[in-house]
């Protein structure tokens, strides 16, 4: 493991559902961040939590809602999902202002939307 | 604009054999790279983190290089094995940038080892 554990891994839900999705990092991190990697394109940014406030939203939808409760947890609610929603939703952990080396990724959840 | 282009987008070896996956990028201001492995279904895991300064980075059979003047790394594998078989993602981070925002990834490479 790599010190950033995912649940659930597999996730399948209809379009009417309300599912979430859990981070937590045992790194001592104080960012952490959702990615939403789809087939044959690069990791997409979603949600940035730098010290628990969130600092970026990249023009994600609405039906998808984070939360971090604290700095070593990170939710990310699903609602009212698109088939096209269906990917895998990494998380990751960074120490940010020193250095600016580590970015540690979760293993994913892999989503499908039916 | 900031881009990071990795080629070639696949490549077939054969077991044992060496190997060389290349990463171009127009970030600026540069910051450090990164090589990440990613097997499927799962998350990247990293390999090597170069700053500036540094040219050549190694992790086992796994040796990565950086010219900071033309923009360009490399990632070689040498004698490779079944287990390499993986996507391998080249990261930019621009410098002064917030985190998040700072990473600027590549698509990736698809090496498949086979027997």
């Known amino acids: 493991e790599t010190g950033v554990t995912q649940t659930p891994r597999h996730l399948v839900m209809g379009m009417t559902n309300k599912k979430s999705l859990k981070c937590e990092q045992h790194?001592?991190?104080?960012?952490m961040y959702w990615y939403k990697q789809s087939a044959k394109k690069p990791l997409e940014l979603m949600f940035v939590?730098?010290?628990?406030?969130?600092?970026e939203n990249n023009s994600v939808p609405s039906r998808f809602s984070p939360e971090c409760p604290n700095s070593s947890h990170l939710f990310l609610h699903l609602h009212t999902l698109q088939p096209e929603d269906s990917a895998l939703y990494l998380c990751?952990?960074?120490?940010?202002?020193?250095?600016?080396?580590?970015?540690?990724f979760g293993s994913g959840t892999r989503l499908t939307v039916v | 604009k900031n881009q990071v282009e990795q080629s070639p987008q696949s490549l077939i070896i054969l077991e044992g054999k060496n190997c060389t996956l290349q990463?171009?990028?127009?970030?600026?201001?540069?910051?450090?790279l990164r090589w990440y492995k990613q097997d499927t279904g799962r998350g990247p895991v990293s390999l090597t983190i170069?700053?500036?300064?540094?040219n050549t980075k190694s992790n086992g059979r796994y040796t990565a290089t950086l010219d900071a003047d033309t923009k360009q790394s490399s990632l070689h594998i040498t004698a490779s094995q079944l287990s390499d078989s993986a996507s391998y993602i080249c990261v930019v981070r621009r410098g002064g940038d917030q985190a998040g925002t700072a990473l600027i990834f590549g698509k990736g490479t698809t090496l498949s080892v086979s027997s």
């Open positions: 170069m700053t500036f300064s540094e």
């Open positions: 990463c171009n990028y127009t970030v600026s201001p540069f910051s450090n």
């Open positions: 990751a952990s960074s120490q940010e202002g020193i250095g600016n080396y580590g970015y540690t």
């Open positions: 790194l001592g991190h104080n960012a």
């Open positions: 939590y730098n010290f628990k406030e969130q600092t």
